[in-house]
């Protein structure tokens, strides 16, 4: 239940929120989050006052990231905290929080599922030593180093050249 009903809330002083959501909820419409796991929430939303509610709760998924190396996609998990106001004041002072009209009969939380999932950061690592593209062509170094020559390189050229012939 990711909707708490208003008059059980009030009664109760708090209630469970616990939910999935899959990719093509319409929580998470028009967003460019890739669910690699339905997201798992679990919850408590409470009464702290009048008109004002506080939802707790916890989110675990796995999303589409990228690395940011690389920017081959990767399965990036997700475990977060979320901590948010309703309220019912129209002039509420935090800016975080999010309104209740005041002839709202329900409370839904999942505008704070879809924001906090946009605001995730979903960039990690392929591997470890992911050696990322080649800031000049763009090749993918993770498959072979590409053609084109470090500006470094030319400096030890003549010390190479030394060498051959030492060596020869
Ligand atoms: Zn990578
Ligand atoms: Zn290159």
Redesign the pocket.
């Given at each position: 239940m990711l909707r708490v009903d208003l008059r059980e809330l009030t009664r109760a002083g708090a209630v469970a929120t616990h939910g999935e959501l899959q990719q093509g909820d319409p929580a998470l419409e028009g967003t460019d989050i890739a669910l690699r796991e339905p997201v798992a929430i679990d919850g408590r939303l409470q009464s702290i006052g009048e008109g004002r509610f506080y939802w707790q709760g916890r989110l675990r998924t796995v999303v589409q990231g990228e690395c940011r190396r690389c920017l081959t996609p990767v399965a990036t998990p997700l475990n977060l905290e979320v901590g948010a106001l309703f309220t019912e004041d129209p002039e509420a002072e935090d800016p975080d929080s999010y309104p209740v009209p005041p002839e709202a009969t329900e409370i839904d939380v999942t505008p704070v599922i879809r924001e906090e999932l946009v605001l995730a950061p979903r960039y990690a690592l392929c591997r470890e030593d992911c050696r990322g593209l080649?800031?000049?062509?763009?090749?993918d170094l993770n498959a072979g180093p590409?053609?084109?020559v470090p500006a470094t390189d030319a400096r030890w050229q003549p010390l190479k050249g030394l060498k051959d012939k030492l060596r020869s």
């Open positions: 080649c800031p000049q062509c763009g090749k590409c053609d084109c």
